[in-house]
């Protein structure tokens, strides 16, 4: 589901499972992932990426489809708690989009200090006004911290999919390149970065990013404007 290695002392850590939906186990992989790099002092930046053609699709709306409420706002406080931990993370942190970008997944790669993308092939997008979905005050938050106005609002009330060309000149990431160097330039991105001191690194990152982490930590669901499967799921 999750694997770790090392390039040079920068940590790259691959989702891979399928489609890598945030539901509970890949949330517990992912944090045990993060544990592990906050606990070697040698690691000096991290980056996140996917597998074949699928950064990540973000929160399982199927699974959630079939859960209890309880388990709907747990999963979505967590999915939270990642990206607020991502963004203030003391290291710093990388995504390397290799494939598709959607919903909660490319939200997690906005939450990264910063973003290459495969040149060719893979979609950055937020495609929840296409499926009837709310973003949380605090998803939202981070979006429109992240993204210029024209940007956010063409990304979230359109649901533009930007490839990876597209998604350089709009300022979603810093790189287009090559699928074969994706990675490696994530990875020499982290390079001018490295090397601060940790505790006032995140000192710096919390207080740069205090509003995004306030309204990561008390924004809910709508209910309200959930669609059906999901304002009453099965369970």
């Avoid at 906050?38 to 489809?65: C, H, N, P």
Wanted: hydrophobic fraction near 45%; include cysteine.
């Amino acid at each position: 589901m999750i694997s770790q290695t090392l390039h040079g002392d920068v940590a790259v850590v691959r989702m891979d499972a399928g489609q890598n939906c945030f539901r509970p186990s890949m949330l517990d992989a992912l944090g045990d992932a993060l544990d592990a790099i906050e606990q070697d002092d040698a690691t000096r930046g991290v980056v996140l990426t996917g597998t074949g053609k699928v950064f990540s699709y973000g929160l399982d709306i199927a699974w959630m489809a079939e859960v209890s409420t309880a388990e709907q706002d747990e999963v979505v406080q967590r999915a939270h708690d990642l990206l607020a931990r991502v963004l203030s993370f003391p290291l710093p942190t990388v995504a390397a989009i290799n494939g598709h970008a959607f919903g909660a997944g490319a939200m997690l790669a906005l939450a990264c200090d910063e973003r290459t993308m495969r040149a060719d092939r893979g979609w950055f997008c937020l495609p929840e006004v296409d499926f009837g979905l709310p973003f949380t005050a605090g998803m939202a938050t981070l979006i429109r911290r992240r993204l210029s106005p024209r940007v956010a609002h063409e990304a979230m009330v359109g649901g533009r999919r930007y490839g990876g060309v597209d998604a350089q000149a709009a300022g979603i990431v810093e790189a287009a390149v090559p699928e074969e160097l994706v990675v490696a330039s994530a990875v020499d991105r982290t390079r001018p970065f490295a090397g601060k001191g940790r505790p006032i690194v995140q000192a710096i990152k919390r207080e740069l990013y205090g509003e995004v982490l306030t309204a990561l930590a008390i924004s809910t669901l709508d209910r309200e404007l959930l669609p059906e499967p999901l304002r009453a799921p099965a369970a």
